[in-house]
Antibody, heavy 122, light 108 residues
Framework: EVQLVESGGGLVEPGRSLRLSCAGS????????MHWVRQAPGKGLEWVSG????????AYADSVEGRFTISRDNARNSLYLQMDNLRTEDTALYYC???????????????WGQGTLVTVSS | SSELTQDPAVSVALGQTVRITCQGD??????ANWYQQKPGQAPVLVIF???DRPSGIPDRFSGSNSGNTASLTITGAQAEDEADYYC???????????FGGGTKLTVL
């Protein structure tokens, strides 16, 4: 069974940093692209960042480019999101999601974690 | 960057058919995927590609595409289909993904 478990969320002051992790199991982690998607309270889904299986393709939403860094450690079956210079508008539930087809970056997101909550507030 | 537009809310009578639409320039070249999200739960993929369903998704869910518009159709809506529905696709110009704003479906 595919499982994605996010961790690392919490309450942080504006301007500070936080690192999110996502542990994958039940599948061959290094075969699949992974993405971060967030959802502000009461709002819709917003794609944040994605990374292909070998880290050769990485992309960010305009809203986080230059502040967030996505990475992965295939040996540890883990995905990360380093979030620097956090803003109040980054407050959201952060999901990691796995694509459905091996090798491709653009496959649909067929498995999602339960999310980790990030609250940016003074 | 590309945008996907959805109606904020749609309602359907129990057992009737409802169509949820998603519009955007990127849909002229790429298929939309559709996700269902119920309160307090993570999104679930219900339709992807031309009109494919992951295993376990009822066949009352179907998808279609025409020009810059993708549609999710629920034929014979059930009470358990009440949820938020999001379309997503890829941006035409870079390696980004994009989500529509979501449609809240109410089953009356």
């Amino acid at each position: 069974e595919v499982q994605l478990v996010e961790s690392g969320g919490g309450l942080v002051e504006p301007g500070r940093s936080l690192r999110l992790s996502c542990a994958g199991s039940g599948f061959t982690f290094d075969d699949y692209a992974m993405h971060w998607v967030r959802q502000a309270p009461g709002k819709g889904l917003e794609w944040v960042s994605g990374i292909i299986w070998n880290s050769g393709t990485i992309a960010y939403a305009d809203s986080v480019e230059g502040r967030f860094t996505i990475s992965r450690d295939n040996a540890r079956n883990s995905l990360y999101l380093q979030m620097d210079n956090l803003r109040t508008e980054d407050t959201a539930l952060y999901y990691c999601a796995k694509v459905g087809g091996s090798g491709s970056y653009y496959e649909p997101l067929n498995h999602w974690g339960q999310g980790t909550l990030v609250t940016v507030s003074s | 960057s590309s945008e996907l537009t959805q109606d904020p809310a749609v309602s359907v009578a129990l057992g009737q058919t409802v169509r949820i639409t998603c519009q955007g320039d990127s849909l002229r070249g790429y298929y939309a995927n559709w996700y269902q999200q119920k309160p307090g739960q993570a999104p679930v993929l219900v339709i992807f590609g031309k009109n494919d369903r992951p295993s376990g998704i009822p066949d009352r869910f179907s998808g279609s595409n025409s020009g810059n518009t993708a549609s999710l159709t629920i034929t014979g809506a059930q009470a358990e289909d009440e949820a938020d529905y999001y379309c997503n696709s890829r941006d035409s110009y870079n390696h980004r993904l994009v989500f529509g704003g979501g449609t809240k479906l109410t089953v009356l």
